[in-house]
């Protein structure tokens, strides 16, 4: 029988010992995505690269497809890690629950945990239009394109023209 201490994990333990956040805050997670590195050509409050140079969207947060990412203990919080901005990165999912609660990985390490698929520009471009009703690019932020567009089914005569689905004789 082992007579070693457990930590106290949250439930009751008493004493005068603070309890440390499992979690991190709404103002952690912001300045987490901030720091995260910028996909070039998509807008950097929907899209971001994970610190194995995954790309994910800030709307698939703790999901489970290769978009999707969850905010990781850089140290792992079983380890001593804190819930604060310093110790905090964007991790694709699938790589966030093969690191577990290994401190020291690599960005190569991580690179070896993602998924194999990679999305092209205009994958992304539908799934932005599916996600957020519009597609936002740096540069260019007051047009967004259709699904139709997008998909290279029909091209706008007007390059400045607002979302507008195509009709059947403009698309011949």
């Not at 489970?64 to 905090?88: A, R, T, W």
Request: with cysteine.
């Amino acid at each position: 029988m082992s007579t070693s201490p457990q930590r106290n994990r949250g439930g009751g333990g008493g004493g005068n010992k603070e309890e440390r956040p499992r979690f991190f805050d709404s103002k952690a997670k912001s300045k987490c995505w901030a720091k995260a590195e910028i996909l070039a050509g998509r807008h950097p409050e929907r899209w971001r690269k994970d610190a194995a140079g995954n790309v994910v969207c800030k709307r698939f947060c703790n999901c489970q497809g290769c978009l999707c990412f969850e905010y990781d203990h850089i140290v792992p919080y079983s380890k001593g890690g804190e819930s604060i901005e310093e110790n905090c990165q964007i991790l694709q999912t699938r790589v966030n629950r093969f690191k577990s609660n290994k401190d020291e990985v690599d960005s190569t390490q991580l690179q070896g945990y993602s998924c194999d698929i990679k999305f092209t520009d205009k994958e992304l471009d539908v799934i932005e239009m599916a996600v957020y009703g519009d597609v936002i690019r740096p540069g260019n932020e007051c047009r967004c394109r259709t699904v139709a567009e997008m998909l290279g089914k029909y091209k706008s005569k007007d390059s400045m023209a607002a979302c507008k689905l195509p009709h059947s004789a403009e698309s011949s």
